[in-house]
T-cell receptor, first 118, second 113 residues
Framework: GAVVSQHPSRVICKSGTSVKIECRSL??????MFWYRQFPKQSLMLMAT?????????EQGVEKDKFLINHASLTLSTLTVTSAHPEDSSFYIC??????????????FGPGTRLTVL | QKEVEQDPGPLSVPEGAIVSLNCTYS??????FMWYRQYSRKGPELLMY????GNKEDGRFTAQVDKSSKYISLFIRDSQPSDSATYLC?????????????FGKGTHLIIQP
């Protein structure tokens, strides 16, 4: 089956620093990847859609200058949280889309990255 | 009003029981409906998906969609302790994956041995 990895799985950083999270599709090419954020006991909230070779599309209320997304290749998308603050502490999950499988294009999720900003 | 409503639980049932998980939604443009299972501190795993109204069965799992009522359900038969997890419903307007998914909060399910 399709495998999506994320690195790191867990990161703790000081307030004001920047953190980069990688999302890789290991055995397939993903033209589209999605970034979600999940606060404790809350739903996954879509942050942005990342398309290979073009600018990411951000959801309303998500600061594009704070959450930088780069989709440099068909297997790698990165999310950089710039000048992180404690309120950015959350579980960040990416998903990668496989086109053309049956009725819908399935999204496969990575294992998530737990970010804690002190 | 939130787009997708899902009771967070926890829902605790004895092993072997039939489990019913539900979501309601407000956006009538949703056509694709999915159920994901998420274990603690892990990414969601796709269980089932359905298009428009109707039923779909896969082993012990049955998904139902009633678009007229904007109501979807997931039934788990012969529940096992290993089924204990958070179950998230998710929806999208397009099946092409061009848009991201809209998730419910998830229902925390506990199957008691």
């Amino acid at each position: 089956g399709a495998v999506v990895s994320q690195h790191p799985s867990r990161v703790i950083c000081k307030s004001g620093t920047s953190v980069k999270i990688e999302c890789r599709s290991l055995d397939f090419q993903a033209t589209t990847m999605f970034w979600y954020r999940q606060f404790p006991k809350q739903s996954l909230m879509l942050m942005a859609t990342s398309n290979e070779g073009s600018k990411a599309t951000y959801e309303q209320g998500v600061e594009k200058d704070k959450f930088l997304i780069n989709h440099a290749s068909l297997t790698l998308s990165t999310l950089t949280v710039t000048s992180a603050h404690p309120e950015d502490s959350s579980f960040y999950i990416c998903s990668a889309r496989i086109p053309g499988q049956g009725v819908i294009d399935t999204q496969y999720f990575g294992p998530g990255t737990r970010l804690t900003v002190l | 009003q939130k787009e997708v409503e899902q009771d967070p639980g926890p829902l605790s049932v004895p092993e072997g029981a039939i489990v019913s998980l539900n979501c309601t939604y407000s956006n009538s443009a949703f056509q694709y409906f999915m159920w994901y299972r998420q274990y603690s501190r892990k990414g969601p795993e796709l269980l089932m998906y359905t298009y428009s109204s109707g039923n779909k069965e896969d082993g012990r799992f049955t998904a139902q969609v009633d678009k007229s009522s904007k109501y979807i359900s997931l039934f788990i038969r012969d529940s096992q302790p290993s089924d204990s997890a958070t179950y998230l419903c998710a929806m999208s307007e397009t099946g092409g994956g061009a848009d991201g998914l809209t998730f419910g909060k998830g229902t925390h399910l506990i199957i008691q041995p």
